[in-house]
């Protein structure tokens, strides 16, 4: 079985590569992880892997390739997405990139989606069940695998992933303090060379870190997309 874990870029998928690991781990599955930042990487990996293997796979950009694989019964594609404004938001502060650049990327990564929910056996993700339900989520991503997860299970993987986004982010800000205390060298040692870096679940932050004049630019240019998805003003 082979996991697409894919969909606009900052919108949930290092959190649910992380999920998709501990839900085979419980199986005690073996699997392979990777990551493909460039077309050219993902249509590689796809054109050599093997549909008997079990591999998480996690990528932004939908090829005609990916499209194509996922016609295949024993592929499993998941599409995240997220409130546009947040993700112009996410761009300028992770990419360094000006605000028209963000939206420009923003409106090129959203024309994908009308291909990615035609495929067959797609399971959507919006980023706010992620932040806000990630118990339900999990189960269902799960399911979505041919794995009934124990309740007791789907708690305990919910946790640890609340508690892995907690000891990143304290060691991240206490690296950028200049002051890593021996638990921080720890947690950093433990977890980030065996796991990806998970951004913090937030919702709305482009109401606290946009300026009044961009507020008002990317709500009236997403508007389309915020009616869709029922995202408020």
Not at 104 to 117: F, M, R, W
Not at 213 to 229: C, W
Request: proline residues 3%.
């Amino acid at each position: 079985m082979i996991i697409f874990n894919f969909g606009i870029p900052n919108s949930g998928t290092d959190w649910s590569q992380e999920v998709f690991k501990k839900i085979w781990e419980s199986q005690n599955f073996t699997f392979r992880t990777e990551e493909a930042s460039t077309t050219q990487e993902l249509n590689q990996i796809i054109g050599t892997m093997d549909v008997n293997d079990r591999m998480i796979l996690r990528f932004d950009l939908l090829t005609e390739e990916a499209i194509a694989a996922s016609q295949q019964d024993a592929v499993r594609p998941f599409y995240h997405y997220r409130d546009p404004r947040d993700v112009v938001c996410v761009e300028i502060e992770n990419s360094e990139i000006p605000f028209a650049t963000a939206v420009d990327q923003t409106v090129a990564a959203y024309q994908e989606i009308h291909h990615a929910l035609c495929l067959p056996g797609i399971m959507v993700i919006p980023y706010e069940h992620i932040a806000r339900n990630a118990e339900g989520l999990i189960f269902q991503m799960a399911t979505k695998l041919g794995v009934l997860l124990r309740l007791d299970v789907i708690s305990e993987i919910a946790g640890e992933m609340r508690e892995l986004i907690a000891e990143q982010q304290y060691a991240a800000a206490a690296s950028s303090a200049s002051s890593l205390s021996t638990q921080s060298v720890r947690i950093d040692e433990e977890h980030t060379q065996e796991s990806s870096i998970i951004q913090p679940l937030i919702v709305g932050k482009w109401r606290n870190q946009l300026s009044q004049s961009e507020k008002a630019m990317v709500t009236r240019f997403f508007k389309p997309l915020v009616d869709q998805f029922g995202y408020g003003e």
